[in-house]
């Protein structure tokens, strides 16, 4: 059973616009972690942002943020000022403990046009 | 520099003819993984070490073995590879303290199996 669910096969994107990647997950559990990964062309996988489910606060870095809303079971990345740079696949996984597998979503190609 | 290295990057071979990805951290990390990347699949894990000599079947073990003799490497062996095992490969570590941190990734071993 599919425990990460992204919505958007792919989203695009002006530069210097906005753009909002949904993600949903199914647990029982009231610790878990969750995080978005990028992975541009390159096939590296890179980590965008980390959010432990106890912290009520959404985390931030840089030009990426989350909407974290643990009762409806959905995690959210927003891009702000997007950059052609940010052309990519994004992951988002979910996993309960640093000995738990990292569960994905199939992901979203996010494409930045000038 | 902290690194999870895989070889090779690239491989064709054909139906039944054994073959061995390694792969190899420097970060000391306890826990090591396998994934393999499909289209609208996301990643999916193959197997997983907590340590050396522990290792555990993830979800798509099928065809795949696995071996830990030390803590730094995590081999990924197809015995007699198959075309369905034609995807993309990642090898993975992460610290097992203070809650699960970032997964750190190889960059990637695309296999094809004729």
């Known amino acids: 059973a599919q425990t990460v669910t992204q919505s958007q096969p792919e989203m695009s994107v002006q530069e210097a616009e906005t753009v909002t990647l949904s993600c949903t997950y199914d647990t029982s559990e009231s610790d878990y972690y969750l995080f978005w990964y990028k992975q541009p062309p390159s096939r590296q996988m890179i980590l965008v942002i980390r959010q432990e489910a106890y912290k009520q606060q959404n985390a931030t870095e840089n030009r990426f943020s989350v909407n974290f809303q643990k009762a409806a079971k959905s995690f959210s990345l927003k891009i702000s000022d997007s950059q052609l740079g940010d052309a990519a696949m994004y992951f988002c996984a979910y996993t309960t403990d640093s000995w738990g597998k990292l569960q994905f979503g199939a992901g979203t190609q996010v494409v930045v046009t000038p | ?114």
């Open chain 2, 1 to 114: 520099e902290a690194q999870v290295t895989q070889n090779p990057r690239y491989l064709i071979t054909v139906t039944g003819k054994k073959l061995t990805v390694t792969c190899s951290q420097n970060m000391n990390h306890e826990y090591m993984s396998w994934y393999r990347q499909d289209p609208g699949l996301g990643l999916r894990q193959i197997y997983y070490s907590m340590n050396v000599e522990v290792t555990d079947k993830g979800d798509v073990p099928e065809g795949y073995k696995v071996s830990r003799k030390e803590k730094r490497n995590f081999p990924l062996i197809l015995e007699s590879p198959s075309p369905n095992q034609t995807s993309l490969y990642f090898c993975a570590s992460r610290r097992t303290s203070g809650g699960a941190g970032e997964l750190f990734f190889g960059e990637g071993s695309r296999l094809t199996v004729l």
